[in-house]
């Protein structure tokens, strides 16, 4: 059963910096991409960042470049989100993607999320 766990969330105060981990087990066939998304209170749920499995391709929203850096280690089947310079507006809860072929369909995995919050 394919499972996405997400850790790393907390407090934190503004200018300091987090490591969100996406463990990625149960999966029986090689993920497409892992991306990171948020939703903040009374907002849609929005792109972060995403990697492809090979990791030599990643994509960042506006807001979160520069601060913010997605990494892969396939070997633990973890993705990280490494956020420098958090501030307020980064307050979220922050969920894993993941996205997979089987044959030409591509589906979507989604994890529980890890709340983020950013204090002024």
């Known amino acids: 059963q394919v499972r996405l766990a997400e850790s790393g969330g907390g407090l934190v105060q503004a200018g300091g910096s987090l490591r969100l981990s996406c463990v990625d087990s149960g999966r029986t066939v090689r993920p497409y991409t892992t991306g990171w998304f948020r939703r903040a209170p009374g907002k849609e749920r929005e792109f972060v960042a995403a990697i492809k499995w090979s990791g030599t391709d990643t994509d960042y929203t506006d807001s979160v470049r520069g601060r913010f850096t997605i990494s892969r280690d396939n070997a633990k089947n973890t993705v990280y989100l490494q956020m420098h310079s958090l501030k307020p507006e980064d307050t979220a809860v922050y969920y894993c993607?993941?996205?997979?072929?089987?044959?030409?369909?591509?589906?979507?995995?989604w994890g529980q999320g890890t709340q983020v919050t950013v204090s002024s």
């Open positions: 993607r993941v996205s997979y072929y089987r044959g030409s369909t591509l589906y979507v995995d």
